[in-house]
């Protein structure tokens, strides 16, 4: 029975990735391309994420052991392929990524293994606002909508999206939640909405702390977005009845100018960064203003099929003592 069900679960996966990928690249105007699984070290390109975790690092032997990096995710590489691809306003382009972050802990919803829809699009200066960031959520969530559809009706799977995602800021959040931390916060608001989008993640809230962590170079949490808030970026959650928990699906947002990568890097001590190639490009303005992001293909998996544990939706490394114990409980991993 285990194999036919792991059988039946890769049937699905196959078909709700190909089906949401399709959806996205309609929706927002990408094309397909290939990327890297590593980059050269020290380069600026490799995301930092929070800037404490260790990446998978190797020396390359034909280039005299440069080291170089396996990605922990492509956000500014994207950008910078876009640069190189000379597309235009409106457009842009998507890829299959995979990473693996030794230093990720292991639960039901995180493994080493990283893989997701990387995306990303040019836009016009005027275009850096509150306005784009909603419009491009609102065509990811339609995408969304439409892929739950597709597997509900192929597969029986009953949909649970609501029609609409609300807007909130991490800001507003916190005041009518004041007592709870982030993660409980989440909960609370995915719970009453179904679908969410959390904006301004990474910036400094009231109470002297950042509702979450993003690093300071690629999205823009520092660009005011109305005379209180500030933040250009956000994550799509949805409310997860399997789990019962919030289930962050997607990073997304507005991708720093030249003036809001200084601002980033000085609050984050890390002005040193400014010096590397990707930034130097930024800095020069050799870079086009883009919105992207990375939205978690296994993640999406879950949700759709309605799974307990990331394992059941991706091939990773868990100990015998995982299996063995979500065994017991007839959850297989791939």
């Known amino acids: 029975m285990m194999k036919t069900d792991i059988l039946k679960t890769e049937t699905q996966l196959h078909f709700l990735k190909k089906t949401f990928k399709k959806q996205l690249e309609k929706k927002l105007k990408l094309t397909p391309v290939s990327a890297p699984l590593a980059v050269i070290e020290n380069t600026g390109i490799n995301d930092d994420l929070n800037g404490i975790e260790r990446c998978v690092q190797f020396p ?48 039901p919803i995180h493994s080493i293994y990283v893989d997701q829809w990387d995306w990303e699009k040019v836009i016009s200066k005027e275009d850096r606002n509150l306005k784009t960031l909603k419009k491009t959520v609102k065509k990811i969530y339609r995408a969304l909508l439409k892929a739950e559809k597709k597997v509900e009706d192929r597969f029986k799977i009953k949909a649970k999206l609501p029609k609409e995602i609300t807007f909130i800021h991490a800001e507003e959040l ?52 109305c005379a209180k808030y500030n933040g250009l970026n956000g994550d799509i959650l949805v409310w997860n009845p399997v789990l019962k928990q919030a289930f962050e699906l997607s990073s997304m947002g507005i991708r720093v100018d030249s003036t809001t990568l200084l601002q980033q890097l000085e609050k984050r001590d890390q002005l040193y960064k400014k010096d590397y190639y990707f930034h130097q490009l930024l800095l020069n303005d050799l870079l086009e203003p883009s919105i992207g992001g990375g939205i978690g293909q296994s993640r999406v998996a879950m949700f759709l099929l309605n799974k307990m544990h990331i394992g059941e939706v991706q091939s990773s490394i868990w100990s015998p003592k995982v299996r063995t114990e979500l065994k017991a409980q007839n959850i297989f991993l791939l």
């Open 60 to 107: 390359i032997k034909a280039l005299n052991d440069e080291k170089a990096v396996v990605v922990n995710s492509l956000a500014k590489w994207k950008r910078h392929r876009l640069k190189e691809l000379d597309f235009k306003p409106n457009t842009g382009i998507i890829t299959d990524m995979r990473a693996i972050r030794p230093d990720e802990d292991y639960s």
């Open 174 to 225: 916190l005041q009518r939640y004041p007592d709870l931390p982030a993660k409980q916060r989440e909960d609370k608001v995915a719970k009453e909405n179904g679908a969410v989008f959390l904006i301004g993640i990474g910036g400094t809230l009231s109470n002297g702390e950042a509702h979450d962590g993003r690093a300071a170079d690629y999205d823009d949490w520092t660009t005011p977005t």
